[in-house]
C-alpha cells in the first residue's frame, strides 16, 4: 500500500492523522531535546486543519510524540488558545483582565452578546462566531480588548463591536 493511502496514528475512535501534519508534528518534534517541548506546536497543527482539536487527536499527537495522552490533554486544556470542542469560523476572545474589566469589558460584551445573540462559550447558529473570555490577552494599554482571529483591537467601544463584526463575513 503506498503511504499516503495508510491509516496514521488512529485511535479506537477513528480519528487520523494528516500524513502532512504527522510529518509537520515530527518535524517539529526534531528540534528538541524533549517531546513534550513540541505538544503545544502539534495541537496548533491539528487545530489548523480541523478548527479545533478533537478528542481523538490527543491520542494520535501522543502517538507522533511518544509521550502519554494525559501530558497532550494536559498543555490542551491549559492553553486557552487551544480549542476542544467546535468553535465558529471566527473566534473573538474578550479579555477579562483587570486592566479590561475597569476600562470597560462589561459594555463591551453586552454589546458583543446583543450584537451576536450570544453569551460566553456559545457560537452563533450560522456557525460564523464563538464568543469566548480570554484572562489576558497582554493589550493592556489599549484596554478593553478583545482579540478575532489573529487580530487584537482595542480600546474597544461599544460602538466600534458592529464594524468590528462586519469585517468578518
Sequence with gaps: MREHLQPLA???DGFVLDLADRRAIERERAHYAQPQAACIEALKIVQRRHGWVPDGAIIAIADTLGIGPAEVEGVATFY???FRRPVGRHVILLC???SCFL???EAVRDALSRQLGLDFGETTADGRFTLLPVCCLGACDGAPALMIDDDTYGPVATEDVMELLERYP
Design 96 to 98: 477579562d483582565s483587570s
Design 80 to 82: 486557552s488558545l487551544i
Design 103 to 105: 476600562g470597560g469589558h
Design 10 to 12: 488512529s485511535d479506537g
